[in-house]
């Protein structure tokens, strides 16, 4: 089945230090990978993709993302952690081929950053 | 920029009403969705528009669903008959077509709140 798992519910990470949320999906064929943030009350607003190319992606806000194959892992990274960063995660599929394919999301990552 | 909107922000009604949720997409965006999202938890699909018709639907997604473009701008959700179940917050979503991979990013409105009593 095609998925999209987020195994960490919350990741608390200290004001600038690096912080990681993963992401890996199972998927027939080539992913389409997202990367969305959710601010309380608010939409999901994108940060990157994944398509093809570069196993790195660089997004919106100093987030990156870092897609491995044999891993079948997209996890989302920051080199210095802001607390405005503080939000909730998700990392979406697209499943199938054509522009008008669902999307899945993920369960979702709490990131929380301590001043 | 340009945004999706979404009306209502809030609407309580009881078990057993229709509901209609409404949206306008961005202007030149080509494929429409809705998502639902449970206390604030795992965004759920729903259903993608393309072309005037449904491309794709979940199984959440029953007979007390139906979705419609009336007017070439509003993009709107129904609910036939409401349930306790269907209490979520409802996110309408949509996106263009980026050439050459298609790969095309969603962009979401801020939500509708659906409690039901």
């Known amino acids: 089945a095609q998925s999209v798992a987020q195994p960490e519910d919350q990741v608390n990470v200290a004001e600038g230090n690096p912080l990681t949320v993963k992401c890996t999906y199972s998927v027939s064929g080539n992913p389409y990978l997202f990367w969305y943030v959710q601010y309380p009350n608010r939409g999901l607003q994108f940060l990157l993709k994944?398509?093809?190319?570069?196993?790195l992606v660089k997004g919106s806000y100093g987030f990156e993302a870092e897609f491995n194959k044999s891993q079948t892992s997209f996890h989302l990274k920051k080199p210095s952690a802001l607390v405005s960063d503080s939000a909730l995660y998700f990392c979406?599929?697209?499943?199938?081929?054509?522009?008008?394919?669902?999307?899945?999301f993920g369960s979702g990552t709490r990131l929380s950053i301590r001043p | 920029e340009p945004e999706v909107t979404q009306t209502p922000s809030h609407q309580v009604t009881q078990m057993g009403q229709e509901v209609i949720l409404r949206c306008v997409p961005i202007?030149?965006?080509?494929?429409f969705y809705w998502y639902r999202q449970i206390l604030g938890q795992k965004v759920e699909f729903l259903v993608s528009?393309?072309?005037?018709?449904?491309?794709?639907k979940s199984e959440i997604f029953d007979d007390q669903f139906s979705v419609e473009r009336p007017d070439g701008s509003n993009f709107t959700l129904k609910i036939r008959s409401t349930k306790l179940e269907d209490s979520a917050m409802y996110f309408c979503a949509s996106s263009d077509r980026e050439a050459p991979t298609g790969a095309n990013v969603l962009t979401f409105g801020a939500g509708s709140r659906l409690t039901v009593l």
């Open positions: 994944y398509i093809t190319g570069d196993n």
């Open positions: 979406a599929l697209r499943i199938g081929y054509s522009s008008a394919s669902k999307i899945i």
């Open positions: 202007s030149n965006h080509l494929y």
């Open positions: 528009f393309y072309n005037n018709e449904i491309s794709e």
